[in-house]
């Protein structure tokens, strides 16, 4: 009996993984993309309108370890750049779409070619709302080929060693 309820609690576990982790159909996928591709073009063209598509209570976590903001935080930091018309152009080469079940919670992960970083990576958490869609959790990342990560690391080993001094 012990052994058929795991087994039973295991499969249904799977189903649950597999359903949750599962691509979106492709009308979501479409307005995903079209939502984010509009962030990210907020962004590049420096309208305050970006930080609506943030979530009151959203987080953005940026490439320094230092970089982790509320959203209203990251509007105050970001403010002199969004002033200064020139602020940051991500545009994504690949971006992969998930949702839930019910498709109120969205995830996705991106590969972008960026102005000022090169390649870089992204995940992102989005909620269906009445209202639309807004970003509850966005984490970027520089894209560093494992073949230098050993030279970056050694990089910012150096870095923090001064910094402390």
């Known amino acids: ?7 039973c609690f295991l499969c249904l576990g799977l189903g649950f993984l597999g359903a949750a982790s599962a691509a979106t159909d492709a009308e979501l ?3 995903v993309n079209a939502f984010v591709d509009e962030w990210h073009d907020d962004a590049a063209n420096t309208r305050m309108v970006y930080f ?4 009151k209570d959203g987080v953005y976590i940026g490439t320094d370890r230092t970089e982790l ?11 002199k750049y969004f002033d200064a018309k020139s602020a940051w152009t991500f545009k ?20 972008l070619d960026t102005r000022n970083m090169g390649h870089a990576m992204a995940s992102g958490v989005i909620r269906k709302t009445r209202n639309g869609f807004e970003i509850v959790h966005y984490q970027l990342s520089v894209a560093v080929p494992n073949e230098v990560v050993d030279q970056v690391t050694g990089i910012i080993a150096d870095h923090e060693k001064k910094a402390k001094k």
């Open 92 to 111: 994504a080469t690949r971006r992969n779409v998930y949702a839930s079940p019910d498709k109120s919670m969205i995830w996705f992960d991106e590969l």
């Open 52 to 55: 609506d598509k943030i979530a």
């Open 29 to 31: 996928t479409k307005q």
């Open 1 to 7: 009996m012990k052994r058929f309820l795991t087994a």
């Open 69 to 79: 903001w509320t959203r209203d935080e990251f509007k105050a930091w970001s403010r």
